[in-house]
């Protein structure tokens, strides 16, 4: 599967923005997806998750209540709806597709189960 990221730019602090993950290939259902992001500096880390099988929904803490991941099968695309944004939500987001038996958070959250990467968006957050 081959997958492109979409949707990231500049917003005010507090705003909104919706990231796209458009897939080619298998279909979004297929897989577990993520979306992960790196800023400048800092290691890369796990945003959110959605499972292949039921759509369960995983979140960092640091996102949860604020960001939300959806998929539509029909579009093949998988979102990252942003909402409250701050400062420190800039980064580089990259969303993920996996194959893998994952029976909790834990696994979701391990960019190393993933074996197919979009390349990234830019989101930055002024204050």
């Known amino acids: 599967v081959q997958l492109q990221a979409s949707g990231g730019g500049l917003v005010q602090a507090g705003g909104s923005l919706r990231l796209s993950c458009a897939a080619s290939g298998r279909t979004v259902g297929s897989y577990n997806m993520g979306w992960f992001r790196q800023a400048p500096g800092k290691e890369r880390e796990f945003v959110a998750a959605?499972?292949?099988?039921?759509?369960?929904?995983y979140y960092a803490d640091s996102v949860k209540g604020r960001f939300t991941i959806s998929r539509a099968i029909a579009k093949n695309t998988v979102y990252l709806q942003m909402n409250s944004l701050k400062p420190e939500d800039t980064a580089v987001y990259s969303c993920?597709?996996?194959?893998?038996?994952?029976?909790?958070?834990?696994?979701?959250?391990?960019?190393?189960?993933?074996?197919?990467w979009g390349q990234g968006t830019l989101v930055t957050v002024s204050s």
């Open positions: 993920a597709a996996g194959i893998f038996y994952c029976s909790g958070y834990g696994c979701y959250q391990s960019f190393s189960r993933y074996d197919y």
């Open positions: 959605i499972a292949s099988s039921g759509g369960s929904t």
